[in-house]
């Protein structure tokens, strides 16, 4: 599999997984299937596996209006989003007014939500929304705002994936109700990869986190409602561990920066349902994230 076929950079972005969950989707029969992502986010993965032929459909959704809106974009509003990428302007005013829009979409078109989202996503640290421009309001770090925006090829992801326009549904529902109304009408050939917002420190992270009863009442409702074959990552900590105590489940370690670099371990937890891949395939998910972390540590 090639890597960064998503136009998004993603806090926690699981793109570099990929080969891991196709991996799981060969274990067991899978591959050629509907392929869902309650969190979407950068859909860094689900790209990836539809692009490469791993998938057939992939069902994106995400409860934040702003990634919503851009997915949407990229569907439906493909050659406006393009020029709009092209004729971009690498300014701090511009990131300014940008930033509004991200912080009021209730007064904008889904067009403008969406690529206010992309521009803020390519031009902050990190890719995090709410976090500061990459370069600083200066602009005299040794990486400046446009650092991750390399207009030609970020066209070409987006129109790569226009094309498989009719292989994407994006919703706009809570996790809940996406379990609830959309899982049960996936065909039985399908996986679901479920990446909520991180346990701890996701109010830095996300425009949309969890408080510690939302993850537990969202652990409940994957493992006792989910009929269909699941995975869930998570940041390794002592609560998912017990949330999730009766499932099956790895560690792998984890670096992330974000203004400061943060170490620490994830957890892989899988349905009963599913076959494990083997013990190297489960070291390889090490490797490939240390090797992520050591390239995002350059301009942050």
């Given at each position: 599999?090639?890597?960064?076929?998503?136009?998004?950079?993603?806090?926690?972005?699981?793109?570099?997984?990929?080969?891991?969950i196709?991996?799981?989707?060969?274990?067991?029969?899978?591959?050629?299937?509907?392929?869902?992502?309650?969190?979407?986010?950068?859909?860094?993965?689900?790209?990836?596996?539809?692009?490469?032929?791993?998938a057939?459909?992939?069902?994106?959704?995400?409860?934040?209006?702003?990634v919503?809106?851009?997915?949407?974009?990229?569907?439906?509003?493909?050659?406006?989003?393009?020029?709009?990428?092209?004729?971009?302007?690498?300014?701090?005013?511009?990131?300014?007014?940008?930033?509004?829009?991200?912080?009021?979409?209730?007064?904008f078109?889904?067009?403008?939500?969406?690529?206010?989202?992309f521009?803020?996503?390519?031009?902050?640290?990190?890719?995090?929304?709410s976090g500061?421009?990459?370069?600083?309001?200066?602009?005299?770090?040794?990486?400046k705002?446009?650092?991750?925006?390399?207009?030609?090829?970020?066209?070409?992801?987006?129109?790569?994936?226009?094309?498989?326009?009719r292989?994407?549904?994006?919703?706009?529902?809570?996790?809940?109700?996406?379990i609830a109304?959309?899982?049960?009408?996936?065909?039985?050939?399908?996986?679901?990869?479920?990446?909520?917002?991180?346990?701890?420190?996701?109010?830095?992270?996300?425009?949309?986190?969890?408080?510690?009863?939302?993850?537990?009442?969202?652990?409940?409702?994957i493992?006792?409602r989910?009929?269909?074959?699941?995975l869930?990552?998570y940041?390794d900590?002592?609560?998912?561990?017990?949330?999730?105590?009766d499932?099956?489940?790895?560690?792998y370690?984890l670096?992330?920066?974000?203004?400061?670099?943060?170490r620490?371990?994830?957890?892989?937890?899988?349905?009963?349902?599913?076959?494990?891949?083997?013990?190297?395939?489960?070291?390889?998910?090490?490797?490939?994230?240390?090797?992520?972390?050591?390239?995002?540590?350059?301009?942050?």
């Amino acid at each position: 599999m090639s890597q960064h076929k998503s136009p998004l950079r993603y806090p926690g972005g699981k793109q570099k997984l990929a080969p891991f969950i196709h991996e799981v989707m060969t274990q067991n029969g899978l591959l050629g299937c509907h392929y869902a992502e309650p969190y979407a986010g950068g859909s860094g993965v689900a790209i990836e596996l539809l692009l490469d032929g791993r998938a057939s459909h992939i069902h994106l959704n995400d409860s934040c209006k702003v990634v919503y809106s851009f997915w949407r974009s990229v569907l439906l509003d493909t050659e406006e989003l393009c020029r709009r990428i092209s004729r971009a302007s690498m300014t701090i005013a511009e990131w300014r007014r940008q930033r509004e829009i991200v912080r009021n979409p209730h007064k904008f078109s889904r067009l403008d939500i969406g690529f206010s989202m992309f521009y803020l996503n390519r031009c902050n640290r990190s890719g995090i929304l709410s976090g500061g421009v990459i370069g600083g309001l200066q602009q005299i770090g040794e990486w400046k705002m446009d650092a991750r925006f390399p207009r030609n090829e970020l066209i070409g992801r987006v129109e790569s994936i226009a094309l498989r326009k009719r292989d994407i549904t994006v919703t706009n529902l809570d996790a809940e109700i996406f379990i609830a109304e959309r899982v049960p009408k996936l065909p039985r050939k399908s996986l679901i990869y479920f990446d909520p917002p991180y346990f701890h420190k996701a109010e830095r992270l996300y425009l949309n986190h969890y408080s510690p009863s939302d993850h537990l009442r969202i652990a409940e409702v994957i493992q006792g409602r989910v009929k269909r074959p699941w995975l869930v990552s998570y940041d390794d900590t002592p609560q998912i561990r017990k949330y999730y105590s009766d499932r099956r489940r790895f560690s792998y370690s984890l670096q992330y920066n974000a203004r400061k670099v943060y170490r620490g371990r994830e957890l892989f937890i899988m349905a009963d349902r599913l076959k494990l891949p083997g013990e190297s395939k489960i070291k390889s998910i090490d490797s490939a994230l240390k090797s992520m972390a050591r390239r995002r540590e350059r301009c942050g």
